[in-house]
């Protein structure tokens, strides 16, 4: 299959790498890499999808994990992506997973929005279906789960300003799908089941979700 597709200069093309498994970056996503001139990338990008770009392209990693501290603020990563399509440059930036799913990817299109800058999102394989796919887990199933719903877990729960109203989450009977929650975790089961979550609801922890190491407890 031969579908030629060339990055145009000046524009930014906002990217989704997929949940770590190289072979989950979509063919769109990867003819854009082979015709970029720089790639700004996340912490959590297989370096082996890097491979893919020219080898007269830029590799920034602009990435961090979340609660480490480390890494730039996303205001400055914005202005980084302007400032090199405004160069005529070929920007890629490519991002973990899919970047409208807890991606900030919508706030790197606003910022492009607003500064009047080409770009494009490319939609990727979210951790939210990869990883449980990859762990043998549907999110949905006939006569079990009508529903899946996508959660963030990183704020405590037991804040009066949290974001996440577990009450409501526990009396939903669907699939619940909680990124970002292993900090969290002890905190979300018991206000689950203090809401009235059964016990007995099928549960997993799944770490390094479709890498060769993934673990599944």
């Not at 063919?27 to 297989?46: F, I």
Request: proline share 7%; net charge neutral.
């Amino acid at each position: 299959m031969n579908l030629p597709l060339s990055p145009s200069p000046g524009c930014v093309y906002i990217v989704g790498a997929g949940p770590g498994d190289p072979g989950l970056l979509t063919l769109k996503g990867a003819q854009l890499l082979s015709g970029a001139d720089v790639v700004l990338y996340d912490d959590l990008v297989d370096r082996r999808i890097l491979d893919l770009a020219p080898s007269e392209c830029e590799l920034l990693d602009v990435g961090h994990r979340g609660g480490s501290g480390v890494g730039r603020s996303q205001e400055t990563l914005n202005e980084q992506l302007i400032r090199c399509a405004r160069e005529g440059k070929r920007v890629v930036r490519l991002k973990g997973g899919d970047p409208y799913v807890f991606g900030r990817g919508s706030e790197e299109a606003m910022a492009m929005c607003r500064a009047e800058v080409p770009f494009e999102v490319v939609c990727g394989v979210s951790a939210a279906a990869g990883v449980p796919a990859y762990a043998g887990i549907p999110l949905t199933h006939r006569n079990i789960s009508a529903a899946a719903v996508i959660i963030t877990g990183h704020e405590d729960p037991s804040e009066p300003s949290a974001a996440v109203d577990w009450k409501q989450l526990a009396r939903l009977p669907f699939t619940l799908v909680i990124f970002m929650g292993s900090r969290q975790l002890p905190k979300i089961v018991g206000l689950l089941l203090a809401y009235g979550r059964s016990a007995e609801t099928p549960a997993a922890a799944i770490e390094y979700g479709t890498w060769p190491r993934q673990r599944t407890v």
